[in-house]
């Protein structure tokens, strides 16, 4: 699996993006999916994860009802939709895909990683 993520940028604190990571192969279906994310000077970071058919998910608590990660299979692609954008935001945000059913949070289990897209918030 390729993972292609997108729709980084800059963005005022209070505000909108939407992350997207497409999948090549065929089976993304069969591949949980998370997004982690690294901000300069720090680990990386679980952020979300969603299970092969959507459901269930599971956040981080400091993003927990202002991002929502969702898929479509038929798309092979995942999204992360990240409202009310915060400067501790800021960070380069990772897809990866883990073989397996369930949403997980471990960064261990994640098998493919694509290249990351950078999310700047400003105050």
């Known amino acids: 699996v390729q993972l292609q993520a997108s729709g980084g940028g800059l963005v005022q604190a209070g505000g909108s993006l939407r992350l997207s990571c497409a999948a090549s192969?065929?089976?993304?279906?069969?591949?949980?999916m998370g997004w982690f994310r690294q901000a300069p000077g720090s680990e990386r970071e679980f952020v979300s994860g969603?299970?092969?058919?959507?459901?269930?998910?599971s956040y981080t608590d400091s993003v927990k009802g202002r991002f929502t990660i969702s898929r479509d299979n038929a798309k092979k692609t995942v999204y992360l939709q990240m409202n009310s954008l915060k400067p501790e935001d800021t960070a380069v945000y990772y897809c990866?895909?883990?073989?397996?059913?369930?949403?997980?949070?471990?960064?261990?289990?994640?098998?493919?990683w694509g290249l990351g897209t950078l999310v700047t918030v400003s105050s």
């Open positions: 192969g065929r089976t993304f279906s069969s591949y949980a």
């Open positions: 990866a895909a883990a073989r397996q059913i369930m949403h997980t949070r471990r960064y261990e289990d994640y098998a493919y």
């Open positions: 969603i299970s092969t058919s959507g459901l269930p998910t």
